[in-house]
Structures are given as structure tokens and as C-alpha cells.
């Protein structure tokens, strides 16, 4: 068919254009059809969008599109269907349930990077996933090609780790990432900021120093100084895998089929060859029983060895918040508090699950170090010192570490003693207050488990930028939700 | 967070607004998020579309949103997230494999036609469908959701027939509506536009007559003469159902689970309550066994007896095409010669199967007429006169039906006789040819099966209106794959 040019004046981030539904059904041509726009001697592809709202006959162009093909408003192009990329029909394979072979994965990947795949056929592959049977051989193809079609950090025989999530106050990557990198071992370490948890590790270092680096300025960090703590976010480290997160998270899907292969493309494209997965285990978390830690254990076990990866996994306990801090700049005082006094000061629950995984990985590169010398003896947080100066400098001192101006505490109405912190609400009331967009806001949790309490003892203090939202998150600490206490008298 | 407006003067047929995808990704925002926009006084709702194309700090909006907020270009808005609709819930429901609660099912439905809902999420629907089991109880929730968030036309008792499709050449409802409209029954028929085959009945009403109407004009068209022969398209019946198909059909994706609903969502729609679906079984048709066949003649009757509508079916044989032209204006001149010569003439396939229909449905209802009589005694004809002239006038001879100037016939090589037609090379060389596009391309069979055939006679007929395209198409008819011939002697 042939249409009018509109232009937008604007760039879509894909080569996009829009045309009229109707005529778009009389033409054939489909949502998320791939066309060829000639115009003249020049030609470009385009994904089509159908919209009732553009007037018969036009086509409206976003800036790429419109460059492309050299064209300007009011001129009239010819639009052509081009032929769908193969993958479309590996996509449909994968939604009839069956198993894709290794190039068919790879096809997909392959043009979920180039933007030749619509986010509705990249959503129906993600459900694809989830709703069959996805195949260990699958999940190796499909993380080679994310790996592969992304840049990759240049650093030889690299240790990483990694938490799926889950747990608030989480806090052990600076300090583990410390503690190796002064035991002479190498890790890049990238972090992602928070999605749906009230702080990521990028966020919390964003408080005192600068995270965002490129590839090369981590690879020379972590030349001189072994270990760096970065975003990952804009490297484009197997960016195949952030289109696909994307997608996904408008209907908060979270396979653990995709669980597997995004984890471990992000860590073989740093080089990581030596890999810690923490799996928080308890209520509330993403693996709640024994049997489904144990089989994503072994999982992760086996892709990575099909990559070529020692992967070592932790289930550890996950029932309950790690450390005091919920929220940025809160956690931030939690691990320097740790790192700053060799473990003496800060919380305990914190440092003992920060050493207990440096040691998993020492021991498994053969290391003579124990993590707990290198905490205490000061020389970990020398390193995250150094660290922090190649980033750019930044805060050292855990009271430098800023919070919201707004504050409450929630005291204790009676005594007693804690028996359980549950995730959820403390999840809720760190996002209540403004996290994790909010970095100095958040929650302090006084007392931990097992810890004696007194009638009008202080047990959560928040913090928030805005009065408003400090009322809210204190409505819900009131709602007495987070502790459970047992009775001193029965004892 | 706040943003800087930029206005892009078009209309996006829904509340769409784009951000850079890193500010999102900092604010928690993901794509297809419903965000609330403030500007002063004003607020809008809008749909986010994330995009590494725009700057930082801005904000695209289309015509719709901008004039909603009454905001400006280069003006501050604030974004907020607003409040996901509670149908992502039900959605990511289906995909984890649960059967949906009736409410549940209506608010997906409801929020599909309200624009609330993505495209990647009206896809994770349809793939769930696909990949769950689809209850007959969720099939009715669909189907009522579907029709009472449409319009509806306003004829009592109606009859309607449906074909599923698949068989070239099949174009029985005009002969049908004719006997129906003409036996005194009220036969509202709507039809499609071909999507992926070389005519739909839309299209071949189309060459001779206008078949754009709107309800009110189809309502009295059928007060006055019983039927109509109109384009259902534009009329906004089941809308919800037109947003599934434009979604699933990038993928080329056709449930039959869906397909229950979506076909009886648009006979209910028009008031039908007694229905003949045509299921045409064979070799390239949707329904290739007689198990499967028969499981959606159940299905269908038993949803339809869900629904009070009394639903009869017809496994019919759809092995090979129906008529003797492929294509819309082939097609009309096939039925035309049915109907004007009261079925002494034209393709005898076409008027049996056309007679056979009209007779289960004069039978259900209860008439003493029979089809054969209304169509031999020509009352069938000047029904079809009265409809095409209530719609516009039209050409009412076979023989002023156009067909396209380029064309070349392909002939026998050798004497024998005509074993079967294929359906698939059929529907490409007619797809070549260029139908469903151009009205008076397509080709001609000159043999059916059964036809004995000499050395050189009349094989197939290919119209086209470009060289190049009947080129192609010849190409494809010379292959040799649409007829398969016994030899003479064997017999």
C-alpha cells in the first residue's frame, strides 16, 4: 500500500511506525509486522504498530525510521510486508510446548537484540517458558546466546556471587566482595538497583560513591584493585536478558526457569568462572519449601558445568530480614559498620553470612585465607577503602551515611521476646516510606531474633523524605505485623 | 518523579505515554505500568511505553493524554504509578495455569476494551489459554464478557452460519442467506475480511456491492428483507475479541479454545439463536482428524447450549477447494451463477453444499420449505436481488463481474483423470496472484474432481493485475502440486 508521511519528531528506541487498523487488516499486515518502507531509492524496516487513531492512509514515523529512509512529512512512501524473522514460528513452537534446538533459541535471542521481535512475542515466549517444560539443554542454549550477543568483561578466572532475591537488608556483596578482593583473588562484581525490593546493591553503593562505570573502567578497577562494586545495569551485558525482564515484570512473572539462565549469562559474561548463589529459603521468599531450594540448587549446578562454570550454591535461611537497615542508605550503615570494625560492630546476623560466604568461595579456588582473619584484621575494609577510591571516593564513616529527615520509632507495648521478623511487611513499610526510589528512606529494626524486649522499647524506627508517606509506612509498622514475640514467662 | 512534556501531535488510538526506559527503571516504572500525569489541576491516566530513545527527565505524549491533562509542550508534569488494574492478576493466573473465577475473566475483558491492558499482556492471556486447559465454563465467561462489552443488533430469533475456515473457494453464504432471507427467516450475516486466506465472504460481497453499513442500516435492512450480506468488521461487535485476534494473529496463533468463543461471541452479538457452524475436516484445514472434529462439534454445541443458542455443526469435507474460483471476484461469479440460474449452473460442490446448509437450518427452525425448491424456483435470486439493492445496488450478472487482465492458463500435460485438489498451493498461487488485496486477481479451476482431463486441455486460469505477480503465480501453478490425476487406463 502506499500512505502519507507524518513524522514524529521524537526517537522510539526502535524502529517503529504506525499506521491506521483498518487499513493495516485490508493490507494484511499485522501488529508487530515487520514492513519495508520504500521510499524513492532508499529503503528501511519498521515494526508495525495499528492504531484507530492515525487517519486513513497515513503512516506515522518515529525519528529513526524517518532518517532511515531520508524522508520528510506529506511525502508518501510504499509499504511492503516483509517476511517475519524466523523466529516468530520458533516462538510459536516454543507456545505449542515443544523443545527449541539450539539455533531456534539462539534465532530468538538473536532478534530480541536487534528489536526485531514486538514485546508481545517476546511476553509470549517468557509464558512459553513458564508454562512448559523447559529443558536444562534449553536453558544452556538460551544463556550461551544472551552471553553472546552482548559485550563481556575482560577479567580472567573471576570469582562472583549472587542472591536471587527475596530477603530485605541483604546486604553481604560489599563486604564479601572486600574480603575476596584483599585475599588477591579477582571479582568484578556488577549489581543491579532494586525492581520490587526496597533496595539493590547498586542503590545502596550509589549512596556513598559512584557506581556507574563502563566496561573499561571496571576492567582497569579490578586490575589494580581486584574487586569493583558497579551497576551492571548499562553495560549491556547480555542485554537479551534485560529485554525479557522487562517484558516480564509488567505481569510480575518471575520464572525460575529464566531464574537460571539470567543469573548465570550476567556472571559468564563478567568472566566469573567461580560462582556463589545465594538461596534464601522461608516464607515469603521466591523458593519457599526444601524440595525446590535442593532442585534449583542442583539446576544451577548443572547449567553452569554445561557452561563451563563451577557454580557452588547456599541455602541459607531466608524467613527473616539480614541485618538492621531496610532501605539504601540504611544498609549502607549496616556494612560499613561491619567492615569498619573488623566485624566487631554492626549487625552480627549480617557479618557471620558475609564471612561464611567469602570462606565457600576461598576454599573452593583453593585459597590458605579465612574470611574471618581478613574482616578482622582490617585488611577487608582497606580494600573496600581502595575500592571506593577508584570508583571516585565517597563515604567512609557509617554516621556520615545520610537519613530522611522524617522520623518515627514504634515502641514495644509489652515484654517479651522475638521470635520471628517477617519479610513482608517490612518489605512493605521500606516501599511505604519511599524506597528504593527514596535512598535515605527506610526502616531500622531495633531488636532481632531472640532478643529480649521491654515495654516501651524502641522497635522500628522510620524514615522518609515526605511526612505524607512516613505517616503511611508508621500506619503499617503499627499494624504490628513485623515482630512476632514470644512470652518471657514461658521461658 | 517529574517530567518535561514533549508533545507528539498525533493520536496513539490509546493513552500512551513514553519515557526513557533508565528513568523507569530508577522509578520503578516498567512498561505497560498505568501511570497517573498532574499538571495543575488536571490528571490523565496513561499507558508507559519505555524507550532508550528519549532523553532523560522526558516525557512523549500522544494528542489523547496531552489534551486530557491540557498540558503544553515543554511544560513539567508530575508521573506517578498508578494503581495496575486487578486483571494482571487474573492474567498472570492463567499463565501459572489456574481456571479463572467468572469476575476474574470479566475484568480481563473489560479492561481489554478499556485499553487497560497491554498488548504483551493480552498475549500472555491468549498464550495461557493456549497452554492451560480452557474449561467449558471459562469459555462461557469469555464469550458473555466478549458480547456484553460490545454492541449488539437488535433482531429476534435470527439465524447465522459460520465456516472455521480454512477451505478455498467456499463461499456458500450468499446461496444460504439468500434460501434463509427468502424462506421468511431473519438472517442478520456479518462477515470477515480474509486474513490469511484469499477471500472472505466481506471481500467477495464487496465486488458487487456496498457491504459498509452500520448497525441501524443492518437492522433495517433486515426488517425489510430478511438478510444482509454485511462487512461485521467495523460494527464494534465483541470488540474484545477483534483486541485477541490482532494480538495472537502476530504469532499466526489460533487456538481453538478461543476460537469457541470468539465465533459464537459475534452470532450472539447479532441476535442468532439457532447457528450452523461449517467444520470443514482434511488435509491444510484447521481440523485435521476426525477426533478432533468431532471434539469441537461438541464443544461448540455445548457452549452454544451454555449460551441458549441452539448450535448445530457440519463436518464437512474440506480437502479440496469449494467452487470453481479462487478469489473475491472469482468467487462472486461462482455463487452468482448458483443463484441466477437456480442451481442448473455454476460449480455443483458450491450449490450442494450451500443447499445441504440452508436445509439443517430450515429443518431446526421448523419450516416445511426446502432449499433445493427455494433456489431452483428462483426465490432465491430475487431475495439476493432485494438484499443487494438494500444495500446499495450492485452487479447482478456472473458474467460483468471483473476480473483482472493479466492472464495465463496452464494445461494438461497428460490425459487422465482428476483424483484430488490440494487446498495449499491452491491458496498461494491465489496469494501470489495477489488476493486477498486485489479483488479481481485469483485463479480459475477448470477441472474438478472426478473430471476426466485430455492432453492439453484448460487446467488452471491465473488472473492477476501485475505481470510480475501472475508471473509467480503461473510459476507456482506449473509446479504441478494442485491437481493429483489417476491414469485412464487403470480404470
Known amino acids: 500500500m502506499e500512505a502519507k508521511v507524518k513524522t514524529l519528531d521524537v526517537k522510539a528506541g526502535k524502529p517503529v511506525a504506525i499506521i491506521n487498523d483498518r487499513d493495516a487488516a485490508e493490507h494484511s499486515i499485522f501488529l508487530g509486522d515487520r514492513i519495508c518502507l520504500k521510499y524513492g531509492e532508499t529503503?528501511?524496516?519498521?515494526?508495525?504498530d495499528t492504531s484507530r487513531g492515525v487517519p486513513r492512509g497515513n503512516i506515522y514515523l518515529f525519528k529513526e525510521t524517518k532518517e532511515?529512509?531520508?524522508v520528510e512529512e506529506g511525502e508518501v512512501v510504499e509499504v511492503e510486508s516483509s517476511i517475519k524473522p524466523d523466529s516468530i514460528d520458533y516462538i510459536k513452537k516454543k507456545v505449542e510446548g515443544e523443545e527449541l534446538a539450539e539455533e531456534e533459541t539462539r534465532a530468538i535471542v538473536e532478534d530480541a537484540v536487534d528489536f526485531k521481535l514486538t514485546d508481545?512475542?517476546?511476553?509470549?515466549?517468557?509464558?512459553?517458558?513458564?508454562?512448559?517444560?523447559?529443558?536444562?539443554e534449553e536453558a544452556k542454549h538460551l544463556t550461551k546466546a544472551m552471553v553472546n550477543t552482548g559485550e563481556k568483561i575482560d577479567v580472567e578466572e573471576a570469582l562472583d556471587k549472587h542472591c536471587i532475591g527475596g530477603v530485605p537488608g541483604n546486604r553481604t556483596t560489599p563486604i564479601i566482595v572486600s574480603i575476596i578482593a584483599a585475599a588477591g583473588y579477582k571479582i568484578p562484581k556488577t549489581s543491579s538497583r532494586a525492581i520490587t525490593s526496597p533496595a539493590g546493591t547498586a542503590d545502596t553503593m550509589e549512596v556513598i560513591t559512584d557506581v556507574k562505570h563502563s566496561l573499561e573502567e571496571i576492567e582497569s578497577i579490578v586490575d589494580e584493585v581486584n574487586g569493583c562494586l558497579c551497576w551492571g545495569g548499562a553495560l549491556n551485558l547480555a542485554p537479551a536478558d534485560d529485554e525479557f525482564i522487562r517484558v516480564r515484570d509488567s505481569l510480575n512473572l518471575d520464572p525460575l526457569e529464566q531464574l537460571l539462565s539470567s543469573v548465570l549469562a550476567k556472571k559468564k559474561a563478567v568472566g566469573a568462572n567461580t560462582v556463589l548463589i545465594d538461596i534464601p529459603m522461608g516464607d515469603g521468599t521466591k523458593v519457599e519449601g526444601q524440595e525446590e531450594a535442593s532442585k534449583l540448587s542442583r539446576n544451577f549446578k548443572e547449567l553452569g558445568s554445561e557452561l563451563g562454570m563451577n557454580v557452588m550454591t547456599l541455602v541459607s535461611d531466608g524467613s527473616s530480614p539480614i541485618g538492621k537497615g531496610i532501605g539504601p542508605a540504611l544498609e549502607a550503615r549496616d556494612?560499613?559498620?561491619?567492615?569498619?570494625?573488623?566485624?566487631?560492630?554492626?549487625?552480627?546476623?549480617l557479618r557471620n553470612k558475609s564471612v561464611k560466604m567469602a570462606d565457600l568461595l576461598l576454599d573452593e579456588v583453593g585459597s590458605k585465607e579465612n574470611a574471618e582473619e581478613i574482616l578482622e584484621s582490617g585488611r577487608a575494609y582497606d580494600k573496600f577503602k581502595e575500592i571506593l577510591d577508584k570508583q571516585g571516593g565517597g563515604i567512609k564513616e557509617p554516621e556520615n551515611v545520610e537519613l530522611a529527615e522524617n522520623r518515627h520509632t514504634v515502641k514495644a507495648e509489652k515484654r517479651g521476646r522475638v521470635k520471628g521478623?517477617?519479610?513482608?511487611?517490612?518489605?512493605?513499610?521500606a516501599k511505604a516510606a519511599g524506597c528504593s526510589k527514596e535512598k535515605r528512606s527506610g526502616l531500622y529494626l531495633h531488636k532481632k531474633e531472640g532478643d529480649p524486649v521491654e515495654e516501651g522499647d524502641d522497635l522500628i524506627t522510620v524514615y522518609s523524605e515526605s511526612p505524607k508517606r512516613l505517616e503511611k509506612?508508621?500506619?503499617l509498622a503499627e499494624e504490628r505485623k513485623v515482630y512476632s514475640f514470644k512470652s518471657l514467662l514461658s521461658e
Chains 1, 2 share one sequence.
Open 120 to 136: 508481545s512475542e517476546l511476553m509470549a515466549y517468557t509464558v512459553g517458558i513458564e508454562m512448559s517444560d523447559f529443558s536444562m
Open 335 to 349: 556494612f560499613l559498620e561491619v567492615l569498619k570494625s573488623g566485624g566487631k560492630e554492626g549487625p552480627e546476623d
Open 68 to 70: 532511515e529512509i531520508n
Open 43 to 48: 529503503e528501511g524496516m519498521a515494526i508495525v
Open 421 to 429: 521478623i517477617n519479610n513482608e511487611p517490612v518489605n512493605k513499610i
Open 473 to 475: 509506612a508508621v500506619e
